[in-house]
């Protein structure tokens, strides 16, 4: 089982920064991919970016050149560094992780943190 616990959300004002970092725990053999994904109110689910083991990147258009996904592999641990935030990235920010359990490999998803950014 991956537990994954995330921190850094809150309230920005437009223009400002925020920094998410997400923890994965439990018991597994190795944590593959992580990534970012965001849900706004009356919207679904959508892709902010994502990281691969080997450090290679894919961002959502709408955040390219603001957002910066990073990881460090010893502490099982992604980021995501947000500048120049607008209020249309207001949203519930979900950290995921492809890993390899005793099951095989699968998705795990956080709680999830929210992102508030005014006008």
């Known amino acids: 089982q991956v537990q994954l616990m995330e921190s850094g959300g809150g309230l920005v004002q437009a223009g400002g920064s925020l920094r998410l970092s997400c923890a994965a725990s439990?018991?597994?053999?190795?944590?593959?991919?992580m990534g970012w994904y965001r849900q706004a109110p009356g919207k679904q689910r959508e892709l902010v970016a994502t990281?691969?083991?080997?450090?290679?990147?894919n961002y959502a258009d709408s955040v390219k050149g603001r957002f910066t996904i990073s990881r460090v592999n010893a502490k099982n641990t992604v980021y995501l560094q947000m500048n120049s935030l607008k209020p249309e990235d207001t949203a519930v920010y979900y950290c995921?992780?492809?890993?390899?359990?005793?099951?095989?490999?699968?998705?795990?998803w956080g709680q999830g943190t929210q992102v508030a950014v005014s006008s």
């Open positions: 990281i691969t083991r080997e450090g290679s990147t």
């Open positions: 439990g018991t597994f053999f190795s944590i593959n991919a």
């Open positions: 995921n992780t492809e890993a390899t359990t005793w099951r095989g490999n699968r998705d795990y």
